[in-house]
């Protein structure tokens, strides 16, 4: 099984990039942020993509703005799929599938630039660490997948980049990525590459810094002990440059 996550960062501008990607790569499920669109807006390249079903939490909270979603391969699933929103879901940020063998949260993390929306951000880390717990207290297995916004350590950020005090380095949001894994999760990108000090899924538009790898490493899968033990590959595709992130790949072993 092939589970993927990408910050498309607009389908409407990347429709033609994504819809080649997933016809590429024929992803089991991908979970998509940074839509941008209502969907009602989601382009027909995408809407109509042969062989998938489509769950979108669209931009409604703000025109433009934020946006989640997941496309599921309809060959891969033969049990059932329940789509939810989850009760503290936040501008349109966070997506869930319950699938037969375990459940898949995709999230956009707020980015917090201000005071404010950084309140915000750690409220919504505590949310989402309270929601997975209960799941894995149910007996469900869980994947939590998306774009964190926060470089948990310093070697998932460049060291052009490690700035003490910047939104996404600060303490207390690393702090919420260790809880959330030390609630029962494994980062599974970084169990399997410990000490990779380049290995980053998202870069700055800056002139030059996405070829001389200046990045961050913000696009992640945290997963449930079980299911890690599954696990049999996962990379960034550093091919497709089409957003300002890189689409994140996971392969399991489910039988």
């Not at 980049?161 to 029962?184: F, H, M, T, Y």
């Amino acid at each position: 099984m092939k589970i993927a996550s990408w910050n498309i960062n607009g389908i409407r501008a990347r429709k033609d990039a994504l819809s080649a990607w997933v016809m590429s790569r024929q992803p089991d499920l991908l979970v998509l942020q940074e839509v941008k669109a209502s969907e009602e807006e989601i382009p027909v390249e995408i809407s109509a993509l042969p062989g998938y079903r489509k769950f979108w939490n669209g931009s409604v909270f703000r025109k433009g703005y934020s946006g989640t979603g997941m496309l599921m391969r309809e060959a891969g699933f033969g049990g059932s799929a329940v789509w939810e929103i989850p009760p503290f879901d936040l501008e349109n940020r966070t997506a869930v599938l319950h699938l037969s063998d375990f459940t898949l949260v995709g999230t956009y993390v707020p980015r917090g630039e201000s005071e404010e929306h950084y309140r915000t951000k750690l409220a919504y880390l505590e949310a989402l660490r309270e929601y997975t717990l209960t799941l894995q207290r149910s007996g469900r297995q869980v994947i939590l997948a998306g774009d964190m916004n926060v470089a948990h350590l310093d070697i998932d950020v460049h060291r052009s980049q490690n700035k003490p005090g910047a939104v996404g380095l600060r303490p207390e949001e690393r702090g919420a990525i260790g809880a959330q894994i030390d609630s029962g999760l494994t980062d599974i990108m970084r169990d399997l590459n410990p000490g990779t000090d380049n290995l980053f899924t998202w870069w700055p538009y800056w002139k030059y810094a996405r070829e001389r790898n200046l990045g961050w490493r913000i696009d992640c899968f945290y997963l449930s002990k079980e299911l890690a033990g599954k696990v049999c590959g996962a990379s960034v595709d550093l091919g497709e440059k089409s957003s300002d992130h890189a689409p994140v790949v996971l392969e399991l072993s489910i039988t």
